[in-house]
């Protein structure tokens, strides 16, 4: 608690001592004897602190605050005599209300504190205690010890990046945590990340959501907004997905999660959505932007309703100045306070486009987060595209800072794996980096390779099914991604046909093989390392259930595919060649090559479907090193050949995605190969690394 002892009460208001507030401090600040409360708007004439008891809707007090407590659209006061372990709170302004002009006040509606640390009304998930326009805030005091905390950093080439939701991640009874489906069940599953091998983990949505936003019934179970991407609060966490009550000390779990994950080697990223929020469009409700400043938060029409951009109702007008600082102050405030390590923006085009939609050149808000000393030291990634039909992968606005989750790389390798024509160069141009989508001083940090996430289908679903399966969903199967960059192996679903299921477990290793061995940071969706299934439902968004939740029962039933990835990950690791470009080689050999079926050839036509990808140069301790990466996306067998090594060297094979992966595997003896030709057999790849023959 800051120190109020200095500043003494001036006046009595609603029966409470009160004095003029610190107007620096956004938000409810808890001092020693008293609470600073500060709020800014531009349209409204008046405003009031409203309190209430713990748990109740009903106020106790509502405290205006006097004009002479303003300025200029800043209202602020410190109330003395409050006890913030009973109280809630929340603002009522006073305005004009006329729709038509974007302008919402209403005195008698109940507003959230955007700056609020922590909302009360939704603490368990699933239930609302009260009405939308009944949430409230509390006043936290912070005494998370973060000891001797020391953040640790990795160069974004670097990273293996594990995208994941709290609560699916060990919701299911099978994830044999004790605190299922919160933070704390995430901790409890640390040591099996390590061992993965993976070093930075990204959250989906953990900022206040409201998971009862358009909440329905379907065939008798009950749908929500279970991914997350309808904030209700930017600077709260999710209070349900703690594992127990942290009145007045919210955050406390997730900052151990932070805590824990850092000393373990592991960084966080916060998956943040500030494109839209779960306010709605003129339909929905009125609770926190919308009574604060309609028509200075949102992109209006020239009728006062809403731009869509988002896909989700309303558009947040991000390139306005009040919302530009909104945004960079919500930012500093998760890093300074969670000291979180990066952060991935949802439909981030919509930050790049002006009051009037239209995108700009050079979006002030997307350069004031690149250089802001704050940030500077965070990986800051943007979904480079948004609903309203900007796609900007490859062309994002970077100042030499904005990453990119790179679509191209999804779509194109997803269509050269299962075997399209005309995919070969395209694949190669991903694997190597995208050159032909960011410039060579780029290559180091601006792509985030995926081939799955939250959003479409998992990676076992991928060679499970050639279209999706929504019905669940209650929309007739009529959302979700409809391109066709998928394949079922023969089968729709599951299957008997042990061809098929063996057939699709080579696929799921060929896709992780391409993946990890690619050049720029790597992503996957969690579970895909054992073949988690979400039955072909590739937008899960309203699915808290079994279609959602991590069945860690499949890291039995696909232990070969979960010890593949994790042997891949660490070959990652050991071969900085793959990663990034370093010193040359000692025998000459570029950093990096590309080959078809015979080496050194780096010609493709419509029909080619082997590819051969060569990184070069010295490891982590200088010595001579390369990594060979042959790909065989036809359905029969093809040979590729392997450039000819220095006298004294040859080449190791690693993996062979066509034999079942075990750790004291022999691939040379498994391996159809003369001298440095191999054949692939059909729907396979092979990776091969340096050996010194001594």
């Avoid at 609560?167 to 299911?172: D, L, Y």
């Avoid at 494109?275 to 604060?292: A, W």
């Amino acid at each position: 608690m800051k120190n109020s002892e200095t500043f003494k009460a001036t006046d009595i208001i609603a029966g409470f001592e009160c004095r003029p507030g610190i107007y620096e401090l956004n938000g409810a600040s808890a001092m020693l004897r008293a609470v600073n409360f500060t709020v800014h708007s531009s349209g409204a004439t008046a405003c009031s602190v409203v309190l209430f008891n713990r748990g109740e809707t009903k106020p106790f007090a509502e405290i205006p605050i006097p004009n002479s407590y303003r300025i200029g659209d800043t209202w602020s006061i410190m109330i003395y005599g409050i006890d913030i372990y009973e109280v809630e709170y929340c603002y009522r302004l006073t305005g004009e209300y006329a729709p038509e002009k974007g302008l919402l006040f209403n005195n008698k509606t109940n507003i959230l504190d955007p700056y609020a640390q922590a909302v009360t009304g939704q603490s368990v998930w699933g239930k609302r205690s009260g009405a939308t326009d009944c949430y409230h805030a509390r006043i936290c005091n912070d005494t998370f010890d973060w000891g001797n905390f020391a953040k640790i950093d990795i160069n974004f080439s670097d990273l293996v990046i594990y995208e994941l939701h709290v609560r699916g991640f060990t919701k299911s009874l099978t994830s044999g945590v004790k605190n299922n489906g919160t933070f704390n069940g995430v901790i409890e599953k640390i040591p099996y990340l390590k061992k993965l091998g993976i070093n930075a983990i990204e959250l989906m949505p953990i900022f206040e959501f409201d998971e009862l936003y358009e909440e329905r019934q379907y065939n008798g179970k009950q749908l929500l907004n279970y991914w997350g991407y309808n904030t209700t609060c930017f600077f709260a966490p999710n209070t349900s997905y703690a594992s127990s009550i942290e009145y007045n000390h919210e955050g406390d779990e997730l900052k151990t999660l932070i805590k824990t994950c850092n000393e373990n080697g592991i960084l966080v990223f916060l998956d943040v959505v500030f494109n839209h929020t779960s306010e709605g469009n003129e339909d929905g409700s009125v609770f926190s932007f919308k009574g604060l400043d309609n028509n200075v938060y949102y992109m209006l029409k020239p009728d006062g309703t809403y731009f869509n951009y988002s896909g989700c109702g309303n558009t947040m007008n991000c390139n306005h100045p009040i919302v530009q600082q909104f945004i960079i102050d919500c930012l500093r405030y998760w890093v300074i306070e969670y000291r979180v390590d990066g952060f991935r923006f949802d439909l981030a085009s919509i930050l790049g486009r002006s009051e009037d939609g239209t995108p700009l050149e050079n979006p002030p808000l997307l350069k004031m987060i690149a250089y802001d000393p704050i940030l500077s030291g965070v990986k800051l990634i943007a979904e480079a595209w948004d609903a309203g039909g900007l796609y900007q992968v490859g062309s994002f606005p970077s100042w030499n800072r904005w990453a990119e989750w790179n679509g191209r790389f999804r779509d194109d390798l997803r269509c050269f794996l299962k075997g399209d024509n005309g995919m070969a160069w395209a694949a190669v141009q991903r694997i190597t980096g995208s050159a032909d989508l960011y410039p060579p001083e780029r290559w180091h940090n601006a792509s985030v390779n995926f081939l799955t996430c939250h959003d479409g289908f998992t990676m076992y679903d991928l060679y499970s099914y050639n279209t999706k399966h929504n019905l669940e969903n209650g929309w007739n199967n009529t959302d979700g991604d409809n391109s066709v960059t998928s394949w079922n192996c023969g089968a729709e679903g599951e299957t008997d046909d042990e061809y098929i299921n063996g057939l699709r477990n080579r696929m799921v290793k060929n896709a992780f093989a391409t993946l990890l061995c690619s050049r720029g940071a790597v992503m996957f969706f969690a579970g895909d390392e054992f073949c988690n299934t979400q039955f072909g439902n590739n937008n899960a968004y309203c699915q808290d259930n079994e279609i959602s939740w991590l069945d860690w029962d499949r890291l039995k039933k696909y232990k070969e595919i979960h010890d593949f990835v994790s042997d891949m990950i660490a070959f990652r690791r050991k071969h900085t060649v793959i990663r990034h470009s370093t010193n040359p080689s000692s025998f000459g050999f570029p950093d990096i090559s590309v080959h078809n079926t015979w080496a050194w050839n780096d010609k493709f036509n419509d029909h080619d479907h082997v590819i051969g990808v060569m990184f070069a140069g010295c490891d982590s301790k200088g010595k001579d090193d390369a990594v060979f990466i042959g790909i065989n996306a036809y359905w029969e067998k093809c040979p590729v050949q392997m450039p000819d090594l220095p006298s004294g060297y040859s080449w190791n094979i690693d993996f062979y995605t066509d034999v079942p992966h075990k750790k004291a595997t022999d691939y040379n003896k498994m391996v159809d190969r003369q001298l440095n030709k191999i054949t692939l057999a059909p729907r396979s790849v092979v990776v091969a690394s340096l050996k010194f023959n001594k």
